[in-house]
RNA sequence: GGUCGUUUGGCCGAGGGGCUAGGCACAGGUCUGCAAAACCUGCUACUCCGGUUCAAAUCCGGAAGCGACCU
């Protein structure tokens, strides 16, 4: 059976280095998982791998996207299954690697279909939500949907917003769509976890957030500025220096700042980590005992 | 040395006799199409000493720190 090899772990730890070596070492190529990696206008914000890096090993889904044409998790989905399948015919193993959980996810488990809303539905819910009137769609979700009014987050602007959009558009309850099994998958899956000590990975996130100064984020961020009202921009290293061109900040506390929002990133990362019962922890650099792991 | 002002949690900051804003940071958590996003929980401080009062962070007196001005 196929295996997709999946590396996780928290923003800073080592992921790409690992999936390039085991990468090599399975003679096969490498699907990002890494939400913000899809943009080609965010690099040195964004970690994303080295021109060296990724003509080491084949990536998919590396600044394959622009910022102003956001990708979505069920578009990626398909994207990304359907590259795994085709280098399932001429592969063994496909190592899946990247931190964001949603899209994980959605290549472990796949996720159910949803009509996307129209701009104009997007458009009207969220005004609504920005007069403050969330509590008018908080009834409208009580009418439409109680089971999942029931469950949802009713603090959370986006869920409820979410909830709507679907079942204004699809015209079903949001909680019945959610609430389909889905197909497993036809190959097997292998989580690799990347631990380090705590206090190791809160070093190599500050010196790395300071590298990136060092190669230019800044003059990056910049060259944004045009941007950074869409939400693929309301991202750690680029927001905090929006602030900073603006005056409203001394640059060393925009750098704390990253620092700061960086660890406090990883440390969601790890909580979305702890839902998966399967996955193997293995030392960062303890590339045999992930070999191991995999039987090899 | 004198006068005036100021002193609130790790930081910023509002309030101003009883019920102790808020923000940031920090810690923990949630998650089915914006996810490096969004959201939730926790974190009860008023410089010190004395006084007034049933009750003081809040009023009065003093001390100390800080700031401004004066000599």
């Known amino acids: 059976m196929k295996r ?3 590396i996780v772990g928290p923003t800073a730890i080592g992921k790409t280095a690992v999936a390039i070596r085991l990468a090599q070492h399975l003679d096969t190529e490498i699907i990002s998982c890494d939400s913000r990696q899809f943009y080609r206008e965010l690099n040195i914000g964004v970690a994303r791998p080295s021109p060296e890096e990724l003509s080491a090993a084949k990536h998919h889904f590396i600044a394959c996207r622009s910022v102003s044409k956001p990708y979505n998790v069920f578009e990626y989905e398909q994207d990304a299954l359907s590259v795994i399948n085709l280098l399932f015919k001429s592969h063994d193993n496909v190592i899946a690697v990247g931190g964001s959980g949603l899209y994980i996810d959605a290549i472990c488990q796949g996720i159910n279909i949803m009509p996307d809303p129209t701009p104009e539905l997007r458009t009207a819910l969220s005004s609504k939500i920005k007069e403050g009137r969330l509590d008018d769609l ?8 109680p089971d999942y009014y029931d469950i949802v987050d009713r603090k959370n602007p986006i869920r409820i917003q979410r909830a709507l959009e679907v079942i204004y558009t699809s015209g079903e309850k949001y909680s019945k769509l959610i609430d389909k099994t889905l197909p497993p998958r036809q190959f097997k899956i292998t989580k690799i976890g990347l631990h380090c000590e705590r206090d190791e990975l809160k070093k190599r996130i500050y010196s790395r957030v300071d590298a990136m100064i060092a190669t230019g ?3 990056e961020a910049r060259s944004l500025l045009p941007f950074r009202n869409l939400n693929t ?8 220096l929006f ?4 005056g409203k900040k001394r640059l060393e506390t925009s750098i704390t700042e990253i620092k700061n929002h960086t660890w406090q990133y990883a440390k969601k990362q790890m909580t979305w980590l702890n839902r998966y019962k399967e996955i ?6 303890n590339f045999q005992n992930i070999l191991q792991v995999l039987g090899q």
Not at 138 to 145: P, S, V
Not at 233 to 240: A, Q, S
């Open 4 to 6: 997709l090899v999946v």
């Open 280 to 285: 193997n922890w293995a030392e960062r650099n």
């Open 138 to 145: 908080l009834n409208e979700l009580k009418k439409l949907d």
């Open 233 to 240: 921009l309301n991202t750690v290293g680029y927001k905090e």
């Open 217 to 219: 984020l800044v003059e």
């Open 243 to 246: 602030y900073c061109f603006d």
